[in-house]
Structures are given as structure tokens and as C-alpha cells.
């Protein structure tokens, strides 16, 4: 009687275990197959890295809601546990099991403050179309190290505010940046397609990141829980010291592809982007927009696709990425240096770059930068050619209010329209300050505005250290003959304020230079921007030949040249330079002063 009684009672207990297992290696249900009233399991997870089902009632197919032959299968979420929170961010790609077979991805939130929810899903043969596009283009990945970067302009394929499908967007969490520098770059984030808060965390490190490689799984953090359906997994854009990745979940594994999300990510096409592990926390639950908290971690394979249906790539090695260090001599205490990578995307990188740098200045507990400091730029292009920048700020507040500028000057440094090549490594050394660098200018004047060639004039100019002493220099400036009868100036900028005096635009225009090499030497061409510029020039009508100008061109060269290349050869009335010399070294100048000058003969 006791053996049958335990007999009875293993079997029970194989038969629930039977009950709650998860289908693995099961054949698709077709979506002509689908009958309203079918109950089916959505795989999840609730907490920790362990998929969960919860139960849905197939309610019907929503033909070509997404666009011609994309329907939507639409479920009730009839399970008590999701019936509190709905459809949760995070969520995205958790598949759908009806009979024991696969019928799609949970993918899209059809309302908010519904009383009963509902949830849409992607049809499984949608993101087997993904997965076999990520099949097609393994060769091309195997053969590059990894598939072409990205380099088209962002098209975020998000439904308007009141559109009645809307995807259950990955949950971007930022790792590694204090919550005032998130609340700093969450515009620009937004404005990217990326919701990101800073509700999340990662159990990476940078510095077991080896600068500039390929990243790989696995190394010496701990044992990644395999992948299977149902499993959180996280798209990276940054990885490291500074983590920016999107959470959802496994939809399908085939071999070593994965897919995942049941909808676009960013919408960018062909990608190459860390697949990571996940750890989710808790689900926080709201009765408008339930998320997922999750841990990144390491990096388990890379994301070859990023299309309507699904994301889809390759367990295995990461890709290239861009390598990040921004060190930080602070004018006390010990140097701390961030370590991380980013994504190779022409609009993304900058901002994901910027973001780390600003980490460091704006986000740390010392006061070590508040008299000012010096950021050096470095960006490592292949084949040892490198840009390198030094900039003055007067102290954190000031480079948060000149934020604008450095990400754009950061965009112009990485992005390069002419060869197919990222920067390898972007190194960043941030060094505090004793004072100060910022100048009030009191005077600056000539000993007189009229001249004969050959002659000295005398150019005067008295300025005053930020809250310390007054000072003044003298500067002989020589009268050059060939100056007699012309329109001149003597004036006195920062560089960046003559740079555009003379006709070079802040932003070069990529049609008018050629070549990767002249790109890297126009931006070599910038004068320091720490200083003042002191500058004799003359009103001129300046013929530039990728970004190189020439005065007094004879017309019927400019003709015949901007007839063959309009784009490359122009014409722009500017200042040329006749003679130039930089004063105040080291010193924070934003005045622009301009003096008339009178050479006669």
C-alpha cells in the first residue's frame, strides 16, 4: 500500500512538473490556424534570469495592422498576475505557446487604463522572416569581423501619441551615470527614439573591457545562464563603465540565432550591437506603463538585425565597438579613469561618447574641477591617423552650459562621411585647473589707426584674472607695404570666433572635401581655442578647394572650376589673414573686438 501511495505520488508530481514545463523545439502555428477562445502560455520573466508562463485567451487576428500582410494576433491577459500591471515594457518578445506550438511574440500595448487587458503579438512567421534575414547575412558578419556599422540617419518607426498600437519599447537603462547627468541627456536621448531612465543597473566592468577589441562572452565574470525563450536579454549600446542597454525578451532560438523583441528596437536595419545577458530585479506595475528593472550583463553575442517584426543575431562573440577612457586628475586626491565602448553609429556614438565624458565631470562626490579645468581629446583612427583637441572650461557649470557645442564638435570628430572606418579608440584626459582661466578684457587699442608701409603700430591690450590681478601686454605688429589701399582690420578673438571670421564654418559640409585624409587635416586646421587670436586682415573674396582658400581667384577660373564641382569649389566673402599672433596662453577669452586699420603709402 505504501509503495502505491509513493507510486501515486510521483507520478503527480511528474505530471505537474509535466504541466508547467516549457515547450522547447516546437513547430509554429500558423496564423490561419488561430481560433478566437484558444488559451495559450507567454513565457517571461518575473524575477531573476527563470522564464514563467502566464495564461492569455486568444480573442482574434487584427489583419494587416501594422501594414500589408503584418497582422497582430490579439490576446486577453486572463492570468491574475499580469491582469494588475497589463502588457509590462520589458515583456517585449516573450513568446506565445497555443497547443504546445509556437504562435508569436508578445510585442504591442493596445491600451492604457483599460479595464480588461489586452495585448498584441507578432505573429511567429514575422520573426522567423527576421531570423532568416540574420541567417542570410551570417557570411558577411563572419567575414568582417562584423556586419557593416550603421551609418544611415535614424528613422524611429514610432506610432504617433494616439496610435492604438503601440510597441512595448525596450526599457534603455542607464548604468553608471548619476541621475542629474541622465536628467542632462534625456532630451537628447528622446529626441534618438531612446526612453531611457536611470531606474537600472549592470554588472559589468569596464576594465575588463580590452580597449579597442572585439568584445567576447563570457571572460572572467560569472557563468551566464543560458538563453532560452522567454529569457530577458538586453541590446547594448554602450557597454562598461557607462551602460546604456534595452531589455525584452527572447521570442525563438534556433542553433545559436536569436529572436527577440517582437518589434523594432530603433528601427535602424542592418546592426552590429552586444547582445547581453539580463538579470531582471522586479517588475514595477502602473496602470499606464508597467517596466521591467533588470541588470545588464555580459556580452553573449551580437545583434546583426533591428527590423519591424523582431531584432534577430548570433550567440557568440561581440562586435567592434568604439573603446572609451576619459581619465580625471582632479587637483586633489587620486586620477579615476572610466572605461567603456560604444556603439559604431554615426548619430548614436556622439551622444553615447559625450555622455561618459559628462559622467565624469559633472557626476562625481570631489569638488576637484570647480576652478576650471583642461579636456584633451584624442580620437584613434585606424592606421595611426588621430584628431586631437585641447578645450578651457571654467568649471562644471560651464561645460554643462556648453554642452551643445561639445557634442557637436564631438559629432564632427567621429563622423566621417568618405571611408568606411570608425575610431578605434576615443581617449578623453580631463585635468583640474589652480585657477580659473577666464579673463575679463578692460582695453584693446591701437597706438594709431593710420600707417605707412614699413612702419610699427603698437596694439594694447589690458585684461583682468578671473577674482585676481590686472595685466597688460604690448604687441608690435609690422606695417607691411603690400597692405597700402586695402580694407583691413585689426582684431582680437578666441579662436573659434576667427576661424569662422575667415570663412571656415563650424560645420564643414561633406561635399566639399574629397578624401578621409583631407577630411582628418580640415579638422586639424582649427587655431587653439584657449587664448585670444590677435589678426591683421583684409575684406576679401576668398576661393576655397576643399576648405583651402585663395584670394583674388581671376573669375574665369572660378567659373570653369565650380562648373565641374559646385559642391567642392566656392566662393564666400570672408577675412583673410594677413598677419597673426596668439596671446594669453592657458587663458578662458570670449570677447571679439575689431579695430579699422589705414594703410597708406
Not at 508562463?53 to 492570468?79: H, M, W, Y
Not at 542629474?180 to 576594465?207: E, K
Not at 548614436?348 to 559633472?362: D, N
Not at 565650380?562 to 596662453?585: G, I, N, Q, V, Y
Request: include cysteine; proline fraction near 7%.
Amino acid at each position: 500500500m505504501l509503495r502505491f501511495r509513493c507510486s501515486f505520488f510521483f507520478t503527480f508530481l511528474l505530471l505537474a512538473c509535466a504541466a508547467i514545463a516549457q515547450p522547447t523545439e516546437t513547430e509554429v502555428l500558423p496564423l490561419d490556424e488561430l481560433k478566437p477562445g484558444q488559451r495559450g502560455e507567454v513565457w517571461t520573466v518575473f524575477r531573476g534570469t527563470t522564464p514563467e508562463p502566464f495564461t492569455v485567451e486568444v480573442t482574434g487576428v487584427l489583419r494587416n495592422a501594422l501594414g500589408p500582410g503584418k497582422s497582430l494576433i490579439l490576446c486577453q491577459l486572463t492570468d491574475p498576475r499580469v491582469q494588475s500591471m497589463g502588457a509590462v515594457a520589458g515583456m517585449s518578445g516573450s513568446p506565445l505557446y497555443i497547443e504546445g506550438k509556437f504562435a508569436g511574440a508578445l510585442s504591442y500595448q493596445l491600451q492604457k487604463f483599460e479595464t480588461v487587458r489586452y495585448a498584441g503579438f507578432t505573429p511567429a512567421a514575422d520573426l522567423i522572416e527576421v531570423k532568416d534575414r540574420a541567417t542570410r547575412d551570417h557570411a558577411n558578419f563572419a567575414a568582417n569581423t562584423a556586419p557593416r556599422p550603421s551609418g544611415n540617419v535614424l528613422a524611429i518607426a514610432t506610432p504617433a501619441a494616439d496610435s492604438p498600437y503601440q510597441p512595448l519599447q525596450p526599457v534603455f537603462t542607464l548604468g553608471g551615470l548619476s541621475p542629474a547627468v541622465a536628467d542632462l541627456f534625456a532630451p537628447r536621448f528622446a529626441a534618438m527614439g531612446l526612453s531611457a531612465i536611470a531606474l537600472g543597473g549592470s554588472t559589468q566592468s569596464g576594465s575588463a573591457e580590452p580597449a579597442g577589441a572585439k568584445l567576447q562572452s563570457g571572460g572572467d565574470a560569472a557563468p551566464v545562464t543560458p538563453l532560452v525563450p522567454g529569457a530577458a536579454v538586453s541590446v547594448a549600446l554602450a557597454t562598461g563603465d557607462i551602460t546604456l542597454a534595452g531589455t525584452g525578451t527572447v521570442s525563438r532560438i534556433d542553433g545559436n540565432r536569436i529572436t527577440a523583441f517582437g518589434h523594432p528596437m530603433l528601427s535602424l536595419g542592418d546592426v552590429a550591437l552586444p547582445m547581453c545577458a539580463a538579470d531582471v530585479v522586479t517588475i514595477l506595475p502602473s496602470s499606464m506603463h508597467s517596466v521591467k528593472l533588470a541588470n545588464t550583463g555580459a556580452v553573449i553575442g551580437t545583434i546583426t538585425q533591428d527590423r519591424l517584426s523582431a531584432i534577430s543575431g548570433t550567440l557568440g562573440a561581440g562586435p567592434q565597438m568604439i573603446a572609451v577612457e576619459v581619465t580625471v586628475k582632479p587637483a586633489s586626491g587620486a586620477v579615476r579613469t572610466l572605461h567603456f565602448s560604444v556603439a559604431r553609429q554615426q548619430q548614436l556614438t556622439p551622444v553615447l561618447v559625450a555622455s561618459g565624458v559628462s559622467q565624469a565631470i559633472l557626476g562625481s562626490n570631489d569638488a576637484g574641477l570647480a576652478n576650471g579645468f583642461k579636456l584633451t581629446s584624442d580620437v584613434q583612427f585606424p592606421a595611426a591617423q588621430n584628431l586631437a583637441f585641447a578645450t578651457l572650461y571654467s568649471g562644471p557649470q560651464g561645460f554643462a552650459q556648453g554642452l551643445s557645442e561639445f557634442v557637436q564638435g564631438l559629432a564632427a570628430n567621429l563622423q566621417n562621411p568618405y571611408a568606411k572606418t570608425f575610431p578605434d579608440k576615443v581617449a578623453f584626459y580631463v585635468e583640474a585647473l589652480e585657477t580659473n582661466p577666464a579673463v575679463t578684457l578692460d582695453v584693446f587699442q591701437l597706438s594709431r589707426s593710420t600707417a605707412r608701409g614699413g612702419e610699427t603700430i603698437q596694439a594694447t591690450v589690458a585684461w583682468r584674472d578671473w577674482q585676481g590681478e590686472a595685466h597688460r601686454e604690448t604687441v608690435d605688429i609690422p606695417v607691411d607695404p603690400a597692405w597700402a589701399g586695402k580694407n583691413l582690420e585689426v582684431v582680437l578673438a578666441h579662436g573659434r570666433a576667427l576661424d569662422e571670421l575667415t570663412g571656415r564654418p563650424r560645420m564643414i559640409n561633406a561635399g566639399e572635401l574629397r578624401s578621409f585624409e583631407a577630411y582628418l587635416a580640415a579638422m586639424r586646421d582649427d587655431r587653439p581655442t584657449d587664448g585670444a587670436c590677435l589678426a591683421v586682415v583684409e575684406r576679401a573674396s576668398l576661393f576655397t578647394d576643399q576648405t583651402v582658400a585663395t584670394p583674388d581667384t581671376p573669375g574665369s577660373i572660378e567659373r570653369i572650376a565650380r562648373a565641374a564641382d559646385e559642391s567642392r569649389f566656392r566662393t564666400r566673402s570672408a577675412l583673410l589673414p594677413l598677419w597673426e599672433k596668439h596671446l594669453l596662453d592657458g587663458k578662458l577669452f570670449n570677447p571679439v573686438v575689431r579695430r579699422a586699420l589705414v594703410v597708406v603709402d
